[in-house]
T-cell receptor, first 115, second 110 residues
Framework: GAGVSQSPSNKVTEKGKDVELRCDPI?????LYWYRQRLGQGLEFLIY????????KSGLPSDRFSAERTGESVSTLTIQRTQQEDSAVYLC?????????????FGPGTRLTVL | QKEVEQDPGPLSVPEGAIVSLNCTYSNSAFQYFMWYRQYSRKGPELLMY????GNKEDGRFTAQVDKSSKYISLFIRDSQPSDSATYLC??????????FGTGTSLTVIP
């Protein structure tokens, strides 16, 4: 289908390693969002892209987290020196963007486990 | 204080019951109010969307927004086992930053 895709679906890593999570938004969607969902918790906003720029990075929990987006398409979320508290499902969503409200479409998420 | 508060449940009801899910919020600037359904190990999917105050009905689902009380609700009539999921409320000011509740886990027992 033409929905939001994320890879990998599952990632197990050792504490201290870096990980890279990928999001492919719906074609034509200019807005892209990353969220973190810890077990039994709601969605925690991390970062929002409009095009390739990130007007709102306020949700990134520490400087170990960074994200980029290229070509108004694919985005990667990088977590450096992973810690056990980084274990969560990382969800990506995209929308048409712009100044009016548009529905967000979510990907299935990447389940990250830090041992 | 969190921007959006939602009782995590879990909530368990018999098939056919009416379910009421609620969220409260603190920021009066919120204009857009949404309910998402999330099945286990899936991403959330939009169920209902309301702008400003009022009611909106879609089949067995009704969303209500009371901005004066900063309170939103989702009602599910004639609940089915397939409605078993986590329900998340979400809201935004201008439409491009979204604040989510923690989600309420619902189980509908056949």
């Amino acid at each position: 289908g033409a929905g939001v895709s994320q890879s990998p679906s599952n990632k197990v890593t050792e504490k201290g390693k870096d990980v890279e999570l990928r999001c492919d938004p719906i074609s034509g969607h200019t807005a892209l969002y990353w969220y973190r969902q810890r077990l039994g918790q709601g969605l925690e906003f991390l970062i929002y892209f409009q095009g390739n720029s990130a007007p709102d990075k306020s949700g990134l929990p520490s400087d170990r987290f960074s994200a980029e987006r290229t070509g108004e398409s694919v985005s990667t979320l990088t977590i450096q020196r992973t810690q056990q508290e980084d274990s969560a499902v990382y969800l990506c969503a995209s929308s048409l963007g712009g100044t009016t409200h548009n529905e967000q479409f979510f990907g299935p998420g990447t389940r990250l486990t830090v041992l | 204080q969190k921007e959006v508060e939602q009782d995590p449940g879990p909530l368990s009801v018999p098939e056919g019951a009416i379910v009421s899910l609620n969220c409260t919020y603190s920021n009066s600037a919120f204009q857009y109010f949404m309910w998402y359904r999330q099945y286990s190990r899936k991403g959330p999917e939009l169920l209902m969307y309301t702008y400003s105050s009022g009611n909106k009905e879609d089949g067995r689902f009704t969303a209500q927004v009371d901005k004066s009380s900063k309170y939103i609700s989702l009602f599910i009539r004639d609940s089915q086992p397939s409605d078993s999921a986590t329900y998340l409320c979400a809201m935004s000011k201008m439409g491009n930053q979204f604040y989510f509740g923690t989600g309420t886990s619902l189980t509908v027992i056949p």
